[in-house]
């Protein structure tokens, strides 16, 4: 009996320390790739593979690159105003789905998810294929449009992930202090779930600033976003050049990433978004 | 007096007022989604019954030839390829990932929360980029591939000098060349099981952190050893998790367009690339919706899967 207690101790130790073996492995197969991309962004070498020395030289001639002004600023607008309004939208519906319960809800609630789960080379079609039809000109407007379309459900999950551990009897507290209704709403429940639309207006922003498929399909000529400009300078070779820019996009983005989920995860509700 | 609040707890509307609320909250979201995303989708639906127009157009006539251009052989192949790379994708992803969820789901809970968002930084980053650094790795003149012909091809010289055996001789005619790993579909599998492995871990993870512990030690008391009891009680228990992940991975694998285009060469071509070309270089729209319908149809019996097991835990 003892020995085989021991022995199933031992297995039960090796068995451990493979899983925590197997736990470093997968996160430095997740980070590797990207470490060793933004290293190489700091090579002195023309060749992307090639360390030649310590070097920021690719990051000035980024700047340099006009073209990459334009893309830069078409990011932006499109980021901002996809932002502004799926954050407006997505917040207004995400009350509606937490508090009301109406006809048609769970067929909406599908239509909702849905642009969360399609694959983005559909949805992209679909867009492109509308655009195409209804005779509306292809350029930054269309782009907005299609980002605010999968916009909307990643701002209503994440401020309903919020709303779903709002504590009602805060309202009811205000309201018998002789608050009114708007009073309660702008005073309490707005800053409560402040930090879900906070959180859902960065995912919104950061999806909108990395998105390329869907971009790519609905741009016309002129409204070349970041992605789209990286995705071109990609296909006409390896360059160090491109390793500086997706570094710096790496970084912007993953710092807003990291202040959305820290700001989701404030209230107590976990994190709830895949 | 107005004690009511603004927007009620819950329920159905019980005034008019209410009523017209519920209808301006949902109404702007409701007209996006219904004219820039629905009505898209069965555009899409519709015309790929149509024919293409001489001039790249859509003519309006009944026809199923769209669906049927899917059994020629060369599309038929491309749709057998991509389904076998998303398969062999979902499984890869689920033998990285529910261990990986296992560990982080064993961990003390301050680490937990660390090692999760350490998991889902990269995840929301670009894809494109995150790709493009498998590139940098899997080229001819990639890392991968100035070790195999370099490091490691030197350290054989000298090893081969030190040690005369036979064997060097194969070993260094191997690494003369550099491994064919780029525009393969083992390059299209580790991009694809490298953007979504966190689709995978968190529902397992999800699972694996509900599991009731005592019932293990249960299986443990009546004398079930380890695999035993991970095979009869933790797997049975975490199934919802590993069928979730395995739709949320399979799903975006199948539609890939990204990731073969870049790592994948001229022979493997997926089906989104083939999507991608009906409509940007061929310009033959219905055939392209047919295909994209094909794909959505695949992804929405995924989700029904999806959430049938969300339903049953």
Redesign the interface.
Known sequence: MKGTGTR?KR??RW??RL??A??VT??L???L??V??VV?SFNASQ????WRGFSLKWYGTLLANAALGTALKNTLIVAGASTIIST???T??A????????WGKLA?DS??Y??I???????A??????F??TKIQLGLLTII??H??FN?SFV?VVVRARLAYFD?SL??AA?DLYA???Q??RRV?LPLIMPGILGGAL?AF??S??D??ITF?TAGPGSTTL?LR??SM?KLG?TPE??AL?SL??VV??GL??L???LQ?GGGGG?EI? | M????????????RSRR?TWR?L???S???F???V??????L??FA?SYGQRGTYGG?KWNLTLENYGRFFDPLYLRIFGRTVIIALVTTVLCLL?GY??A???A?RPSRWR?V????????F???????T??????L?D???IN?FWTGGLHDFLLWLSAALPLPIWRTLLEATSTPLPLFGTDLAIIVGLV?GW???MV??CYAAIERLDYSLVEAAQDLYAN?TRSFLRVVLPLTMSGVVAGSV?VF??S?????TPD?LGGAKSIMI?NV??SQ??SARD?PF??AI?FV??AI?LLG?LIYFRSGAES
């Open positions: 199933k297995a039960s068995g451990s899983l925590a197997h736990g997968s996160y197969f997740l980070y790739p990207i060793i991309l190489f060749y992307a593979t090639v407006i939208f997505g207004m519906v009350l509606a789905m937490e508090r009301y319960n109406f909406f239509l909702l849905l642009p789960i399609i694959p983005d080379i559909s949805m079609v679909m867009l492109l294929l509308f195409v039809l449009i299609s605010v379309a909307i209503a009602i309202e009811e309201q009114n209704e708007w309660t709403f429940t995912l950061t999806l600033i990395d390329f498929v399909f992605p990286i995705y990609v390896v491109i390793n997706s996009m790496l983005s993953m990433v990291l959305s989920l820290l995860r994190i895949m | 107005e004690t009511q609040p603004l927007l009620q707890t819950q329920g159905k509307p209410e519920l301006s909250l949902i702007p979201s409701l996006w989604l219904v820039f995303f629905l009505i898209p989708l555009l899409v015309i859509v990285i261990p990986l296992y560990f982080i064993t929360n090692l999760l968002l350490l998991l889902m930084v990269p929301w980053t670009n894809f494109l980029i995150r493009y650094a498998w590139l940098l790795l080229r003149q990639g890392f100035l490298y492995l966190p689709d968190l529902p380890r949320l799903i975006p199948l539609g890939a367009y990204v870049l989104g999507i991608y409509f940007m729209y392209g919706s994209s794909l959505m992804m989700t």
